[in-house]
């Protein structure tokens, strides 16, 4: 049995982790994830990566969210863009007069993992258009929530509907095949500023009061293959 349960509105990759990303029409995905996802992050002297919390792997830096990143046409390492939109030169350098530190750099995965949990992240239409509605005067869009995939779903479906998925295996675009394992734990990384959201803690405490602070649902990757904008999502 197959059950098709929304359309690829939108893909997303984030090629510096924590900086805004950028919006794709195709993408490819491997075992890793979609191809160059996350694949650098700011690197500090003690080998925590910049984030928007303090863990045993990251460290919080304020400010990344005003910064986005892209892959060049060519390929090789991403450019790293400063708030007025402009690409930097030295993203180190730059990276150090920005944040006020001279032990950052702009760093490659190696053999610690970049991602904060599992490698592909999908939310739905009915969860976002829900969290607008619980919370109308703050602004609310997929990049508070950084995933990789935003998939419209019918109308009426419920909100967390993504939680039904956990478990269940699914299929899109061209031989791609995903695993749903769990959702994300959202931290206060939700709540910031960037570009032109303003920091609400109301955003945080609307996902934990309605939702355990759970919100999306991620996958492993099992069959590479390429997702693509309008490519349904079908259900094993």
């Not at 990143?69 to 030169?89: C, F, N, T």
């Amino acid at each position: 049995m197959t059950d098709i349960v929304g359309v690829i509105e939108q893909l997303w990759r984030y090629p510096v982790k924590s900086t805004g990303g950028e919006r794709l029409r195709s993408a490819d995905v491997d075992g890793r994830g979609l191809v160059g996802d996350r694949l650098y992050a700011v690197r500090d002297g003690d080998g925590k990566f910049g984030s928007g919390k303090n863990t045993r792997r990251f460290r919080r830096m304020d400010g990344l969210l005003h910064l986005s990143s892209r892959y060049p046409s060519a390929g090789g390492q991403p450019e790293l863009i400063d708030p007025h939109g402009d690409v930097v030169a030295d993203p180190t350098a730059y990276l150090r007069g920005y944040l006020g530190r001279d032990d950052v750099e702009l760093a490659r995965e190696g053999g610690i993992s970049h991602f904060d949990q599992l490698p592909v992240s999908v939310l739905t239409t009915a969860t976002l258009d829900w969290l607008r509605a619980e919370i109308p005067d703050v602004p609310v869009d997929e990049r508070r929530f950084r995933p990789n995939v935003l998939l419209r779903t019918p109308p009426g479906t419920r909100p967390f509907v993504e939680d039904e998925w956990a478990g269940r295996k699914a299929y899109t675009g061209d031989g791609l095949r995903l695993e749903f394992v769990r959702s994300s734990e959202r931290c206060v990384m939700t709540n910031q500023a960037q570009h032109d959201l303003p920091h609400s803690p109301l955003v945080l405490k609307a996902i934990a009061r309605a939702h355990d602070n759970r919100l999306d649902m991620l996958a492993t990757v099992l069959t590479p293959g390429t997702a693509r904008v309008g490519d349904p999502v079908v259900l094993e």
